[in-house]
């Protein structure tokens, strides 16, 4: 079970759910790639550096597979919860009513991929930045959307 299902509270519910984007495996296959090519060159002066090389690799996939699997991005109908990491964990959790904006920067690489990094600015004056998240301008229409209906509701209960 995921940390944004386990710490849901009483009529809260997700309305959008994203992860970190796959681009984080870029490294491990780079360095996957090189380890290949180097093992293909059958050059016993690069026995030593290849070992040290494998392990890095190792290393690369452990890490960013935790990361892919520790990271949880949601907006719910009450806050935007959003949580990665496992050794060094990054977590927030924001109630709508104090999230001012939604700011999303992405280089053209992500522009075509579709990540990016999202900040959210609370009304104390306090950001809170995660980056390399899939699908970053949907996460932030998700939190317009919910904020919306939530001035709806607030409107309407003032009315009666």
């Not at 681009?23 to 180097?38: D, R």
């Not at 690369?60 to 892919?68: F, G, I, Q, T």
């Not at 990054?90 to 280089?107: C, F, K, P």
């Not at 990016?116 to 949907?138: C, E, K, M, Q, R």
């Amino acid at each position: 079970m995921h940390y944004i299902d386990q710490n849901l509270l009483p009529g809260e519910r997700i309305l959008y759910r994203t992860k970190k984007h796959a681009i984080i495996f870029i490294t491990p296959l780079i360095l996957t790639g090189l380890a290949f090519y180097l093992h293909s060159l059958n050059n016993l002066a690069l026995e030593t550096a290849l070992w040290w090389l494998n392990l890095a690799v190792i290393l690369a996939w452990c890490h960013e597979l935790l990361n892919y699997a520790m990271s949880d991005f949601a907006v719910t109908n009450k806050r935007v919860m959003m949580r990665e990491g496992f050794i060094f964990r990054h977590a927030n959790e924001m109630r709508l009513a104090t999230v001012a904006r939604v700011d999303i920067v992405q280089s053209l690489l992500g522009q075509i991929l579709n990540y990016g990094t999202v900040s959210i600015n609370g009304f104390g004056g306090g950001t809170d930045v995660f980056s390399l998240i899939a699908f970053p301008y949907a996460f932030q229409k998700a939190v317009q959307i919910a904020l919306d209906k939530q001035d709806d509701k607030q409107g309407k209960e003032q009315l009666t």
